[in-house]
């Protein structure tokens, strides 16, 4: 498979994404949605969403018998109504308004976590991260901070694992609505073809640094990545606004 110069440039950038998200539970569309829509738009959102499916498809697999089902269940079960209060939203709100909205509430909900306010892993606090991830990420195509929030303190195995099981259900219902709006090509499938050995390639890497990496929380990484998707909303609003 031949690659352009734009094309390997954005295949490493594919690569590094998942790296972190398999290390850290977030941040691959925040890191590699930008980046690639600079390179070529039509990777954004349908082959950067399949791509980071597929990751969870493969997190879950190796990890499933280790995964606590029952407690994501109401988290993606909550993903549903609130993926359709997002579409609502867009077609009432203008993406402008939505971006400078959850933007600013994502930003306090990451200065008051950064304060040390933080919420334990509920029934209740889950079906409100689930509910609010999945209307942010129809509206801003950045779901994970809010359940990333929630999983703050607990181990980065545990965190990572369960945010990778709440993905694998959650993303399809995303996907689906981009092709219901928008038609099956938006999913441009010889650009996920191409990048499919980034994905392949950063779960390389990742296991193999995973023998050096701790199990504690990563709290300091998700509160940082969870900040810079508060300023990526916002910006896309101030960019909506010209």
Not at 47 to 74: E, T
Not at 108 to 114: E, G, K
Not at 157 to 180: C, H, K, M, Q
Not at 184 to 199: A, C, D, R, S, Y
């Amino acid at each position: 498979m031949l690659y352009s110069s734009s094309e390997a440039l954005a295949l490493f950038i594919v690569t590094f994404g998942i790296l972190l998200q398999a290390w850290v539970g977030i941040g691959f569309g925040l890191l590699v949605a930008p980046l690639l829509y600079l390179i070529e738009p039509s990777y954004v959102p349908g082959p950067v969403l399949v791509l980071g499916w597929i990751l969870s498809v493969i997190m879950v697999m190796k990890q499933r018998h280790g995964l606590n089902w029952r407690r994501v269940f109401p988290a993606i079960v909550a993903r549903l109504p609130g993926s359709w209060c997002g579409v609502l939203l867009l077609v009432s709100i203008s993406s402008c308004q939505l971006s400078f909205l959850f933007g600013a509430v994502l930003l306090v909900a990451t200065w008051l976590s950064w304060r040390s306010y933080t919420l334990t892993i509920t029934t209740k606090n889950m079906i409100v991260a689930g509910f609010f991830s999945g209307l942010m990420g129809t509206t801003t195509s950045i779901g994970g901070p809010p359940m990333a929030l929630l999983y703050q303190r607990e181990n980065r195995l545990v965190a990572r694992n369960e945010i990778a099981a709440f993905f694998l259900v959650g993303t399809p219902l995303s996907i689906a609505l981009v092709v219901f709006s928008r038609g099956f090509e938006l999913l441009m499938f010889p650009f996920i073809m191409k990048m499919l050995p980034g994905v392949l390639g950063g779960v390389w890497l990742y296991s193999r640094l995973e023998m050096v990496a701790g199990n504690e929380s990563v709290r300091g990484v998700v509160l940082i990545l969870s900040a810079l998707s508060a300023v990526g909303v916002l910006c896309q609003g101030m960019l909506g606004l010209f």
